[in-house]
């Protein structure tokens, strides 16, 4: 996922772009960690010839081991699958990823469908995922439990450049509190 400064830039191929590790570690290490438990997937993990899978690299720096799946068929992932057509119904406390954007509204339906109950669905989106039409619907009955915002503007790229946009990690539980959503800020 990437916002870019300029309307010009092309797509990457299923919208894959590597989540920088150290801000997943900055995410674990200030509140994370408290919603990391139980047996992990990442459905979306990404990884290729030259760049490593960012979460399971991330949450093993944690003392953590997921499961992984991947689309795209030059992944490291240990299955090569659509995520959005697999059973995984009941199988993980956790699911945690950076989702296509453009498929990330199925990406969270799914995955609270599929997270065990007492759950959690963590997933890196751009902060302004909250203001949407489209998904204002879903978002008006299940609002995330935390917001996590990531103060400094991320790089997807090599080139260093970063995003027009900042980004969060937004945590759903499998059953809503009904509570306002916590709203966190990591330090720049």
Not at 38 to 54: F, Y
Not at 140 to 165: C, E, L, Q, W, Y
């Amino acid at each position: 996922m990437s916002s870019t400064k300029s309307n010009s830039t092309k797509r990457i191929p299923n919208d894959y772009y590597v989540t920088p590790v150290d801000e997943i570690d900055k995410f674990l290490s200030f509140h994370g960690k408290s919603f990391v438990k139980g047996k992990i997937l990442d459905p979306a993990a990404g990884g290729d010839i030259t760049t490593n899978m960012s979460y399971p690299l991330a949450l093993a720096r944690f003392g953590y081991s997921c499961d992984t799946l991947d689309i795209r068929p030059d992944s490291k992932a240990a299955i090569v699958t659509d995520y959005l057509k697999t059973d995984c119904k009941g199988q993980y406390s956790t699911i945690i990823t950076n989702p296509p954007f453009c498929q990330a509204l199925d990406f969270i339906k799914k995955g609270l469908d599929d997270v065990k109950a007492g759950g959690h669905v963590i997933y890196l989106l751009r902060l302004n995922f909250l203001g949407s039409e489209k998904r204002n619907p879903f978002l008006m009955k299940h609002m995330p439990k935390a917001i996590v915002v990531h103060s400094r503007r991320m790089s997807f790229t090599n080139d260093g450049h970063t995003d027009s946009i900042e980004y969060a990690h937004f945590i759903w539980s499998k059953e809503p509190s009904g509570k306002p959503t916590e709203l966190y800020l990591l330090p720049y």
